[in-house]
């Protein structure tokens, strides 16, 4: 299994970003995917989650009508769209599969 996210960056607040999860090594149109966040000194905490084959979606009330879970099948990548972005955002941002984790990818939401 191998996860690997891009997309990360510094962003002003309010601003999008729109983060990606490439995943080989396992069926993955059938596989439940999540996005998790870790900020600096703090515990990892569960974003969203997109199930399969359905796609239905599910948000931590800290995101809830900001950020956007989405899947593309056929490229075996899962997405998360970020607007509204805030400070408190500021995260390493880890696509999650089962019990395997990508190396992450960071996000820093600053003037």
């Known amino acids: 299994v191998q996860l690997v996210e891009s997309g990360g960056g510094l962003v002003q607040p309010g601003g999008s970003l729109r983060l990606s999860c490439a995943a080989s090594?396992?069926?993955?149109?059938?596989?439940?995917m999540n996005w998790y966040r870790q900020a600096q000194g703090k515990a990892r905490e569960w974003v969203a989650r997109i199930s399969a084959p359905l796609g239905s979606t599910v948000y931590a009330d800290s995101v809830k009508g900001r950020f956007t879970i989405s899947r593309d099948n056929a490229k075996n990548t899962v997405y998360l769209q970020m607007n509204s972005l805030k400070p408190e955002d500021t995260a390493v941002y880890y696509c999650?599969?089962?019990?395997?984790w990508g190396q992450g990818t960071q996000v820093t939401v600053s003037s």
């Open positions: 999650k599969y089962a019990a395997y």
């Open positions: 090594g396992f069926t993955f149109s059938t596989s439940a």
